[in-house]
């Protein structure tokens, strides 16, 4: 059995040097990957990746995740050459839909094409391929050539998706997927039957992609405080995730009451409103001891990934510092 990967996830809102140092601890403590979200209005991500790269020397790399329908799929590839190149070799790509996209007015029809599309392309590109990608949405002509190093393997490909087309689609073409804003170990079985669907088509083996599964994280010594900033920070990504959870059955108006709040601006308000046992399906929180038998489940589940997300801590340095000397350690793998 392929050993879990232990991860953390990054938003990209930190000042220059926050991510070289938070980077280099996580390393230290044994972390193994190292990803920075793409949210929407947030920085993007190539510029704390590279910082992050320079700053370590094992730890694998990558957005989680770049969005095709905001950023062309030919930069994306360019983006990803950079980072492989300054991490040597390190670097993986993550690519999904994304959401909240409206309110920029992108028009977000046939996601599972433009993912589809969006790999064949970024993989011709680096891989040196001049035959050409035919394509609807994003075609390469045929002797189209980069005109810089390529990396002496393609990254691995990673999809982001709630959605059983699309988790399809990654048996099909990816190495991994994430659901993120999940700490539910149902959701790995839910994924491996929906990716092995997609491998087979693909002549794949039904494991061939790896399931990674992530979200908000907040470990302290005061469990009680760390269970309570968990609630305030995930309280905006329960109001789109929790409802396409399939294995999941939430109290009555919940959903409804939590986004009326965080629409209003009361994310703390939001929070309080959200049950223990619907918090533990979506965010990582407590003490290190608690943290640490949240993920040990998903490890159990099969997970290739446990990624925990910002803000990990009561502040950052002592989020990193807890989950790579009090939580890794307990975390059978």
């Given at each position: 059995?392929?050993?879990?990967?232990?991860?953390?996830?990054?938003?990209?809102?930190?000042?220059?040097?926050?991510?070289?140092r938070?980077?280099?601890?996580?390393?230290?403590?044994?972390?193994?990957?190292?990803?920075?979200?793409?949210?929407?209005?947030y920085?993007?991500?190539?510029?704390?990746?590279?910082?992050?790269?320079?700053?370590?020397?094992?730890?694998r790399?990558?957005?989680?995740?770049?969005?095709?329908?905001?950023?062309?799929?030919?930069e994306?590839?360019?983006?990803?050459?950079?980072?492989?190149?300054?991490?040597?070799?390190?670097?993986?790509?993550?690519?999904?839909?994304?959401?909240?996209?409206?309110?920029?007015?992108?028009?977000?029809?046939?996601?599972?094409?433009?993912?589809?599309?969006?790999?064949?392309l970024?993989?011709?590109?680096l891989?040196?391929?001049?035959?050409?990608?035919?394509?609807?949405?994003?075609?390469?002509a045929?002797?189209?050539?980069?005109?810089?190093?390529?990396?002496?393997?393609?990254?691995?490909?990673?999809?982001?998706?709630?959605?059983?087309?699309?988790?399809?689609?990654?048996?099909?073409?990816?190495?991994?997927?994430?659901?993120?804003?999940?700490?539910?170990?149902?959701?790995?079985?839910?994924?491996?039957e929906?990716?092995?669907?997609?491998?087979?088509?693909a002549?794949?083996?039904?494991?061939?992609?790896?399931?990674?599964?992530?979200?908000?994280?907040?470990?302290?010594?005061?469990?009680?405080?760390a269970?309570?900033?968990?609630?305030?920070?995930?309280?905006?990504?329960?109001?789109?995730?929790?409802?396409?959870?399939?294995?999941?059955?939430?109290?009555?108006?919940?959903?409804?009451?939590?986004?009326?709040?965080?629409?209003?601006?009361?994310?703390?308000?939001?929070?309080?409103?959200v049950?223990?046992?619907v918090?533990?399906?979506?965010?990582?929180?407590?003490?290190?001891?608690?943290?640490?038998?949240?993920?040990?489940?998903?490890?159990d589940?099969?997970?290739?990934?446990?990624?925990?997300?910002?803000?990990?801590?009561?502040?950052?340095?002592?989020?990193?510092?807890?989950?790579?000397?009090?939580?890794?350690?307990?975390?059978?793998?």
């Amino acid at each position: 059995m392929t050993r879990c990967e232990i991860g953390l996830g990054l938003q990209s809102d930190k000042a220059p040097g926050d991510y070289a140092r938070l980077a280099a601890a996580a390393e230290e403590h044994g972390i193994d990957v190292l990803s920075v979200f793409g949210d929407l209005l947030y920085q993007p991500p190539l510029v704390p990746l590279l910082e992050m790269a320079a700053a370590t020397s094992r730890v694998r790399l990558g957005a989680a995740c770049w969005n095709p329908f905001t950023t062309h799929p030919y930069e994306l590839a360019g983006q990803l050459a950079a980072l492989d190149r300054l991490s040597d070799g390190r670097a993986y790509c993550g690519l999904a839909r994304g959401t909240w996209l409206g309110a920029l007015g992108v028009d977000q029809r046939r996601p599972v094409a433009h993912l589809r599309e969006a790999v064949a392309l970024v993989r011709a590109l680096l891989s040196g391929d001049e035959d050409g990608v035919e394509g609807s949405i994003y075609p390469l002509a045929p002797g189209t050539r980069l005109r810089y190093p390529l990396p002496a393997a393609v990254p691995p490909v990673l999809i982001g998706t709630w959605g059983e087309q699309t988790a399809a689609l990654a048996g099909e073409v990816a190495d991994e997927l994430k659901v993120g804003g999940s700490a539910n170990p149902a959701m790995v079985g839910v994924m491996r039957e929906w990716t092995a669907a997609g491998a087979r088509r693909a002549g794949r083996p039904d494991d061939a992609v790896g399931i990674v599964v992530g979200a908000v994280t907040v470990v302290d010594e005061d469990g009680d405080a760390a269970r309570a900033r968990a609630r305030t920070e995930v309280a905006m990504y329960l109001a789109v995730v929790a409802g396409l959870d399939p294995t999941v059955t939430l109290p009555e108006g919940l959903l409804e009451e939590v986004g009326a709040k965080v629409a209003a601006g009361d994310d703390a308000g939001a929070g309080a409103a959200v049950p223990d046992d619907v918090l533990d399906l979506f965010a990582f929180s407590g003490t290190p001891e608690q943290v640490a038998a949240q993920a040990q489940l998903l490890v159990d589940a099969g997970a290739a990934r446990v990624e925990f997300g910002t803000p990990h801590g009561l502040t950052d340095d002592r989020g990193v510092e807890l989950l790579g000397t009090r939580v890794l350690p307990l975390i059978t793998r």
